[in-house]
C-alpha cells in the first residue's frame, strides 16, 4: 500500500492542532493541569490511535469542580 507523503504531511498538519485543541478543552474542564494534559495531546498525535484513546480517556474521566471565590 502506497501512501503519498503529502496526504500523509496534510493529514498531520490538520490533526495535531485539533488534538492539541481538544486536549486544552479538555483538559481544562477535567483535570487540574490543562497545560501538561495539552502536551501529551500534542505528543500523542503523531501516533492516530493513541490520541484517540487519550481523548476518549479525557471524555470519560468526570469533571473537577473548581471552587469560586466567595465575595
Not at 481544562?28 to 503523531?46: V, Y
Amino acid at each position: 500500500m502506497n501512501i503519498n507523503a503529502t496526504v500523509l504531511g496534510q493529514f498531520f498538519i490538520f490533526f495535531i492542532p485539533l488534538m492539541g485543541i481538544l486536549s486544552y478543552y479538555l483538559g481544562k474542564r477535567k483535570t487540574q493541569t490543562p497545560k501538561l494534559a495539552t502536551f501529551f495531546g500534542i505528543l500523542l498525535a503523531f501516533i492516530p490511535p493513541f490520541a484517540l484513546l487519550y481523548i476518549m480517556v479525557l471524555i470519560i474521566k468526570n469533571d473537577i469542580h473548581h471552587a469560586e471565590n466567595p465575595r
